[in-house]
């Protein structure tokens, strides 16, 4: 089993839908939860962490069940510029210190006219 | 967050060579990490730069084919030694910072140099 694990996509939209991924780790000892946007060619960027109550920045919203070790993210009227491929990423902690963070393949969006 | 940049951008090398990359940052971090990114694939980590001792490699990635340097605060480079065409990937160097997305709280996380798109003939 994947430690990250998410539907690969591609999620095809149409503009202003609401769309929501989901993703799944294996790791219960999993302390931090972020997702993370990465365009075509380009490094992922931090998009937003995912705190235990659940947290939203505008048009995104995340929730984090760590019961079922299930991580969503839920983007409400879709734009365009939306269009990428959203990583789901979990942080361990290293032996020496620091932070490992574990990354999903990545949801690809498309968002359409 | 730290502004990251990374040298080269792109290059294209031929089979048993081997290219150094360079990862330079706006600010002194203490931890700084290299990552490989393979076609269509998501991000491994190859090891931890720590400064002022040896990298810390994750497991099946080795010193003697990615010898990584961290001589101070705000740099690192990446060697991939001898290379081959299995090499061809995006290297990302990244650094850890503080998200301070909701007003209190605070979660360390890793922001990402632009990445080197590494092709290996």
């Known amino acids: 089993r994947k430690e990250v694990e998410q539907d690969p996509g591609p999620f095809n939209v149409p503009e202003g839908a609401t769309v929501a991924f989901n993703c799944t780790y294996s790791?219960?000892?999993?302390?931090?939860f972020f997702w993370y946007r990465q365009d075509c060619r380009k490094e992922p960027k931090l998009l937003m962490s995912v705190y235990s109550s659940g947290n939203e920045d505008g048009r995104f919203t995340a929730q984090l069940n760590r019961a079922s070790q299930y991580i969503s993210l839920l983007i409400r009227d879709s734009k365009l510029s939306d269009s990428a491929t959203y990583l789901c990423v979990v942080n361990g902690k290293l032996t020496g210190g620091g932070n490992k963070l574990t990354f999903g393949t990545g949801t690809q969006l498309k968002v359409e006219l | 967050s730290a502004v990251i940049s990374q040298k080269p951008s792109r290059d294209i090398c031929q089979r048993g060579t081997s290219l150094t990359i360079q990862c330079q940052v706006d600010?002194?971090?203490?931890?700084m990490f290299w990552y490989r990114q393979q076609p269509g694939q998501s991000l491994t980590l190859i090891a931890t730069?720590?400064?002022?001792?040896?990298?810390?490699?994750e497991s099946g990635f080795v010193i003697d084919k990615f010898p990584i340097s961290r001589p101070n605060l705000t740099f690192s480079t990446l060697t991939v030694s001898n290379m081959s065409p299995e090499d061809s990937s995006i290297y990302l160097c990244?650094?850890?910072?503080?998200?301070?997305?909701?007003?209190?709280?605070?979660?360390?996380?890793?922001?990402f140099g632009p990445g080197t798109r590494l092709t290996v003939l």
């Open positions: 600010s002194q971090v203490t931890m």
């Open positions: 730069a720590n400064q002022g001792s040896e990298a810390t490699y």
């Open positions: 790791n219960s000892a999993s302390q931090s």
């Open positions: 990244s650094v850890e910072d503080l998200d301070t997305g909701l007003a209190g709280s605070y979660t360390d996380t890793q922001y």
